[in-house]
C-alpha cells in the first residue's frame, strides 16, 4: 500500500552572502532561485512558541486559533520563499507531471551545505498555490535528505512490527516519570498489539550494555524517550543514557549507531527527546538523528520541539497503526501530521521531523495471518482501563492526558467527564477589569507595597496571566489575591478548612490576611521538580516585566513571568523566560550568577516597618540566584549571596536547592525547590506569614569574550543595584494557607 512517488530534490546553498534554492532533480528539469529566510532569529522564536506544546503552561501565550493563524501565517512565509520564481513554476510542473502519470511528489530537501538552517521547522512549508500545508498531504510530503555511506537492504516484515523502547532517567538529572511513559505508550498502542501487528518491548535498563544485548533479537524500530541535549565542547547532539549505577551518560550519534548498524531488521529510530535533531550549525551531521542515517539507517523520526502528553499519545498510536498498515513512511508520517492536526486546537503536527537516505522505504510489512482487526472501540477502551488504572495507583499525571484523549474522540465516553473533573486542573475565569473589589479588601494597603504592572507591548503573554496595565493591573492583583487566600482547587485535595495541611496549621477564624503585593499559596501537592511544568498548570502566574538595569542594545522578545507556591519544607518557584540567546553562568564565579541567563530573588523577613534607608539584615536576608549551567545540557545551578555589613556579600553554590530546566528556541522554563534552611529560616514559617522579596530575570551579553549582564528585568519597577540592599522598598508575599 505504499505510494508511489516521484522525487523533487531541492537543495539550499550558499551563494555569496546568502543562500540559493537549486532544483536538483524533477520530474520537469533543474531550476534555482535566490533563497532569503523569512525570519529573524526573534520571528523564529516566537514560530516555535506558537507551535509548542499547549501543555507547557508556559507555551500557552495566546488563544488556540490565534496559534493555528500565526502557524499558517509563518509557514506561508517560508513556502513563498523557497518555491519562488523559477523553482515555484518547476514544483507546480512536476506535481501536474505526476498526477498525470497517476503518482504523488515527494519534496526532498537537502541542507547538507547549510546547516545553520537545519533548525528551520520546514515541515511547516505552507503553499499558497494549494492552499495548504504540503506536509498534510500523502500527495506532497516533505522529507530531509541526507547522504548514508551505505544503503541497507529493504527488510520485509510479517506482522508484527517489533518495536524495542528505552526510556532513559538518570538520577543525577531532573527526573522523568519512567513509569508514566512506560504506560502511555503501551495504553495508545495496547489495541495494536492485541491485533497481532504489533509489539512493543521496554528495555528495563537503559544502558548500552542492554540495548547491546536486547539487539541480538530482532527488532524493526528503536523508540528512545528520554533527555537530548546537544554538547557545545563536542559541538554534536546526544541522547542521555544512564551508565550501571543510574548516573547520566551522553551518548552521541555516532556511538548509538555502532549499535544500531549491525541490527540488520532494525530500520528506524524514533527519538522522542528534547534537541534529538538539532545540529551544530557547521556540522549537518552532527544531530543524533543525523549521524544515525549516515551510519546506515534507513530512516529516522526526531522531535524538534518538546511534545505534549496529549500529542505523543496521537503520534505513537497513529505512525504505528499506519505503519501495520503498510503505508511506506512517508506516506504514514502525512496521515500522522493529519490526525494530530484535527486531535486538537494546537499545531504539534510538525513537531516531528523526518529524515530519509535513499528512495525506499525502509520496510514492507504484510498483515500476515498471525494480525487480526482491531475491535470497533478497542482503543478507547484501552486508554480508558489505563487512565482508571493510573486512577487506582494515585498518578493523575498519567490519567489526564489520556481522559482528555478519550473525551476528545468521545465525549460521552463512559464516566470520562466525570473523571475529567476529578483530576484536571482548575481553571479560574479571568478576572473583570470593571468589577468592584470585594469589601473586605476594600481598604487601602500601604502604597508601596501593591504596584501596577505595566504590559510591554511586544511581549506575548498567555491568557490567564492577568496582565493589564496601570489601575487595572492593580485590581487584578487584589483578585488574583483573594482567589489565592479564599480558593482552594481541587486538584490540591489536601488543603482542608480545618485541622493541619502540609502548611502547617490555618490562619485563624477570621483573620484579614496582610494586604501584599503576591500570594504564594499552599501546595499541598508540591511540583516535581523535574523539567515537566504541566503540574503548575492553576497556580496564578504574574509577569517580570520592569527593565531595572540595561548595558548595550537589548532583546527585544526578552521577558517572562513566574508562579510561586510553598509548603513546610520549601518555597517552590518556576520561571519562564523568552530569550533566544542562551548563555549559561560561570560554574566559578557562583557570587555572579545573575550575570548569566537566568532567574534571582531577594528574600527576606517583612520588611514594611522599617525605615526606608535601612540595610539588608545579616542572617536574614538572601540574594537567591538560579542560572542556567553552561557545564550540563538542560540543567540549572543554584546560588546564595547573604547579607553582611549591609549589603549581599559574594557566597557560594547550594546544591541543596534542587532545579528543573526545559529549553526551546524561544527560551527557557526553570523550577526550583528552595529549601526554608537556605532562606535563613531554623524553623518552617506558619500560613500568614509575610515575607519581602522581589523577582527579577537576567539576560546575558552574547559577546564570545564576555559573561555579563545586558538586561535584566523584576517585579519590582523601583528596584535598582542601590535600592536592592534596602529591604523596604522590596515587594512582599504572604504564605497563604489555601492552595493556589
Known amino acids: 500500500m505504499s505510494r508511489d512517488y516521484l522525487d523533487f530534490d531541492v537543495a539550499v546553498t550558499r551563494e555569496g552572502q546568502g543562500y540559493a534554492a537549486r532544483v536538483l532533480a524533477s520530474p520537469v528539469g533543474q531550476a534555482s532561485v535566490p533563497f532569503t529566510l523569512p525570519f529573524v532569529a526573534t520571528d523564529l522564536a516566537q514560530f516555535m512558541v506558537a507551535v509548542g506544546p499547549p501543555r507547557v503552561s508556559s507555551r500557552r501565550l495566546v488563544p488556540a486559533e490565534a496559534r493555528v493563524l500565526d502557524v499558517r501565517e509563518y509557514g506561508r512565509r517560508l513556502g513563498d520563499a523557497l518555491l519562488s520564481g523559477e523553482v515555484g513554476k518547476a514544483f507546480r510542473d512536476s506535481l501536474d507531471a505526476a498526477r498525470s502519470?497517476?503518482?504523488?511528489?515527494?519534496?526532498?530537501?537537502?541542507?547538507?551545505?547549510?546547516?545553520?538552517?537545519?533548525?528551520?521547522p520546514w515541515e511547516y512549508l505552507y503553499d499558497t498555490a494549494l492552499g495548504r500545508f504540503l506536509t498534510l498531504s500523502q500527495e506532497t510530503p516533505v522529507v530531509r535528505l541526507l547522504d548514508s555511506l551505505e544503503r541497507p537492504p529493504v527488510v520485509r516484515v510479517e506482522a508484527p512490527l517489533r518495536v524495542l523502547?528505552?526510556?532513559?532517567?538518570?538520577?543525577d538529572l531532573p527526573e522523568l516519570a519512567v513509569d508514566r511513559e512506560r504506560e502511555l505508550l503501551m495504553a495508545t498502542t495496547g489495541d495494536l498489539v492485541a491485533s497481532g501487528r504489533l509489539t512493543v518491548t521496554v528495555l528495563e535498563a537503559a544502558t548500552l550494555t542492554a540495548l547491546q544485548r536486547a539487539l541480538l533479537d530482532d527488532f524493526h524500530v528503536f523508540h528512545f524517550i528520554g533527555h537530548g541535549g546537544f554538547d557545545q565542547e563536542a559541538q554534536e547532539g546526544v541522547l542521555v543514557l544512564e551508565r550501571d549505577d543510574g548516573t547520566a551518560h551522553r551518548v552521541s550519534g555516532a556511538r548509538l549507531g555502532t549499535l544500531l548498524h549491525d541490527a540488520r531488521t532494525m530500520q528506524l529510530a524514533v527519538l522522542n527527546a528534547c534537541e534529538g535533531a538539532r545540529s551544530s550549525g557547521r556540522d549537518a551531521f552532527s544531530g543524533v538523528a543525523q549521524a544515525l542515517v549516515r551510519q546506515g539507517l534507513p530512516a529516522v523520526v526526531a522531535m524538534q520541539t518538546e511534545i505534549s502528553d496529549r500529542a505523543a499519545l496521537v503520534f505513537s498510536h497513529e505512525f504505528y497503526y499506519f505503519l501495520t498498515r503498510g503505508l511506506g513512511i512517508d506516506a504514514a508520517i502525512c496521515e500522522v501530521r493529519k490526525a494530530m492536526a484535527v486531535s486538537d486546537e494546537a499545531s504539534e503536527w510538525g513537531t516531528a521531523v523526518l529524515l530519509r537516505s535513499g528512495a525506499e522505504q525502509p520496510f514492507s510489512f504484510t498483515a500476515g495471518a498471525a494480525a487480526r482487526a482491531e475491535r470497533p472501540g478497542s482503543r478507547l477502551e484501552s486508554l480508558y482501563d489505563a487512565a482508571k488504572g493510573a486512577l487506582q495507583a494515585s498518578a493523575p499525571a498519567t490519567a489526564l492526558p489520556l481522559l482528555e484523549q478519550i473525551a476528545s474522540e468521545h465525549p460521552d465516553y463512559e464516566d470520562v467527564t466525570q473523571l475529567l473533573e476529578r483530576v484536571r486542573p482548575t481553571s479560574r475565569p479571568e478576572p473583570d477589569p470593571e468589577a468592584e473589589p470585594e469589601p473586605a479588601l476594600a481598604a487601602e494597603p500601604e502604597p508601596q507595597l501593591v504596584s501596577g504592572e505595566e504590559a510591554e507591548p511586544d511581549r506575548h503573554r498567555r491568557g490567564r496571566s492577568g496582565l493589564v496595565p496601570g489601575l487595572v493591573g492593580l485590581v487584578v492583583l487584589v483578585a488574583l489575591l483573594w482567589v489565592g487566600l479564599t480558593q482552594a482547587p481541587r486538584w490540591f485535595s489536601g488543603a482542608t478548612s480545618g485541622g493541619t495541611s502540609a502548611c502547617?496549621?490555618?490562619?485563624?477564624?477570621?483573620?484579614t490576611p496582610a494586604?501584599?503585593?503576591?500570594v504564594a499559596g499552599c501546595a499541598t501537592t508540591t511540583p516535581s521538580i523535574d523539567g515537566d511544568f504541566g503540574d503548575w498548570d492553576g497556580v496564578p502566574t504574574l509577569p517580570i516585566s520592569h527593565v531595572v538595569a540595561q548595558r548595550g542594545t537589548p532583546q527585544r522578545a526578552f521577558g517572562g513571568d513566574w508562579q510561586v507556591v510553598w509548603d513546610t519544607g520549601a518555597l517552590y518557584l518556576r520561571v519562564h523566560v523568552d530569550d533566544a540567546d542562551l548563555r549559561g553562568v560561570d560554574a566559578a564565579q557562583?557570587?555572579?550568577?545573575?550575570?548569566?541567563?537566568g532567574f534571582s530573588f531577594e528574600f527576606g523577613p517583612d520588611a514594611r516597618r522599617l525605615s526606608p534607608s535601612a540595610t539588608t539584615r545579616p542572617g536574614q536576608d538572601v540574594d537567591v540566584m538560579v542560572g542556567l549551567s553552561s557545564d550540563a545540557p538542560s540543567s540549572g545551578v543554584a546560588a546564595i549571596n547573604p547579607a553582611a555589613r549591609g549589603t549581599f556579600v559574594v557566597g557560594t553554590r547550594h546544591p541543596e536547592i534542587t532545579v528543573g530546566r526545559a529549553d526551546a528556541v524561544s527560551g527557557y522554563d526553570l523550577e526550583v525547590r528552595v529549601p526554608w534552611s537556605s532562606l535563613q529560616l531554623a524553623t518552617p514559617p506558619a500560613p500568614g506569614t509575610?515575607?519581602?522579596?522581589?523577582?527579577?530575570?537576567?539576560?546575558a551579553t552574547s559577546a564570545p569574550a564576555a559573561w555579563t549582564?545586558?538586561?535584566m528585568k523584576s517585579t519590582n519597577a523601583a528596584r535598582t543595584a542601590d535600592t536592592q540592599g534596602l529591604p523596604r522598598g522590596w515587594q512582599t508575599v504572604t504564605l497563604s494557607d489555601a492552595a493556589s
Open 504 to 511: 502547617g496549621a490555618p490562619a485563624a477564624s477570621g483573620a
Open 690 to 699: 509575610v515575607f519581602s522579596m522581589n523577582v527579577n530575570i537576567s539576560d
Open 101 to 120: 502519470e497517476g503518482r504523488d511528489l515527494r519534496l526532498r530537501l537537502r541542507l547538507d551545505a547549510v546547516p545553520d538552517l537545519d533548525p528551520v
Open 165 to 171: 523502547v528505552m526510556i532513559s532517567s538518570p538520577s
Open 709 to 711: 549582564l545586558r538586561t
Open 590 to 597: 557562583p557570587g555572579a550568577y545573575f550575570n548569566g541567563d
Open 515 to 518: 494586604a501584599t503585593t503576591f
